[in-house]
């Protein structure tokens, strides 16, 4: 199963995270501290542009056990990221193992994660299909 996602990252997107992780690093904020530490312009949050991968979790009840992260390039704010996530096995207990490729709109690979977690089993499942056909009023993905 292979799952896509694409993204846009904004100067927004990097100050409301930066306040959840409280993580202001000047690299995200400030163009001369981010051009002396040789990037050509502010870049997003590593684990902002990784977070991608939640949207999984939140499509199709994923629940996440472990996660990996390899960053590979700067992303730089206003960058276009798709994440291919590829699930590449899933035993008998519903834990799965997966794959995720993060590459910039040129096709550049900017992040690598490997993921462990626990797909819905059929109990999950029916309440899952009973939620969206009742309209899934938990996903704002789903709704209008």
């Known amino acids: 199963m292979i799952f896509t996602f694409t993204r846009t990252f904004t100067k927004r997107d990097v100050e409301v995270f930066g306040d959840i992780t409280r993580d202001y690093n000047p690299v995200h904020?400030?163009?001369?501290?981010?051009?002396?530490?040789?990037?050509?312009g502010l870049i997003?949050?590593?684990?902002?542009?990784?977070?991608?991968?939640c949207e999984l979790g939140?499509?199709?009840?994923w629940l996440a056990s472990g996660m990996?992260?390899?960053?590979?390039?700067?992303?730089?704010?206003?960058?276009?990221i798709t994440c291919r996530v590829?699930?590449?096995?899933?035993?008998?207990?519903n834990f799965a193992r997966a794959e995720g490729?993060?590459?910039?709109?040129?096709?550049?690979?900017v992040l690598k994660a490997t993921l462990t977690g626990f797909i819905?089993?059929?109990?999950?499942?029916?309440?899952?299909?009973?939620?969206?056909?009742?309209?899934?009023?938990?996903n704002k993905l789903r709704q209008g």
């Not at 490729?101 to 690979?109: E, N, S």
């Not at 819905?120 to 938990?138: H, Q």
């Open 101 to 109: 490729i993060f590459t910039k709109q040129d096709g550049q690979r």
């Open 120 to 138: 819905p089993g059929t109990r999950e499942r029916k309440v899952l299909s009973k939620m969206m056909a009742e309209g899934d009023s938990t």
């Open 29 to 40: 904020y400030e163009e001369r501290f981010a051009q002396v530490k040789g990037f050509s």
């Open 68 to 80: 990996e992260f390899q960053f590979l390039r700067p992303i730089y704010i206003s960058e276009t």
């Open 58 to 61: 939140g499509q199709i009840g």
């Open 86 to 93: 590829t699930i590449k096995e899933i035993d008998e207990r």
């Open 44 to 53: 997003c949050h590593g684990l902002l542009v990784g977070s991608m991968i």
